[in-house]
Nanobody, 123 residues
Framework: QVQLVESGGGLVQPGGSLRLSCFVSGSIFSLNPLGWYRQVPGRERELVAQITRTAYIDVYSSSYAESVKGRFTISGDNAKNAVYLQMNSLKPEDTAVYYC????????????WGKGTLVTVSS
């Protein structure tokens, strides 16, 4: 059973930075893609960033929501079974619960979720 555990959330001032971490129990290679979503009360969960392993060794593709392009960076560390989200130039509208997601690459496309970590951007 795959489990995802996030950490790194907290309170930060506008313009500040945070790095979220997601550690995958079991093999990280069982999930592809991996990504970060966020959700605020009353709104749907939205995809923030996603990283996909390609057929080439150590070559990944990544994608971002328009609202975070140029500010957020997603990365992975296979040796540590981890995926990270570096968030810079944070804005109050980035305030949300951030969830780590991993999806199996088979036909079932099963989603696994962490429990979430709260990011609050406020002065």
């Amino acid at each position: 059973q795959v489990q995802l555990v996030e950490s790194g959330g907290g309170l930060v001032q506008p313009g500040g930075s945070l790095r979220l971490s997601c550690f995958v129990s079991g093999s990280i290679f069982s999930l592809n893609p991996l990504g970060w979503y966020r959700q605020v009360p009353g709104r749907e969960r939205e995809l923030v960033a996603q990283i996909t392993r390609t057929a080439y060794i150590d070559v990944y593709s990544s994608s971002y929501a328009e609202s975070v392009k140029g500010r957020f960076t997603i990365s992975g560390d296979n040796a540590k079974n981890a995926v990270y989200l570096q968030m810079n130039s944070l804005k109050p509208e980035d305030t949300a619960v951030y969830y780590c997601n991993g999806r199996t690459p088979d036909r079932k496309a099963t989603d696994y979720w962490g429990k979430g970590t709260l990011v609050t951007v406020s002065s």
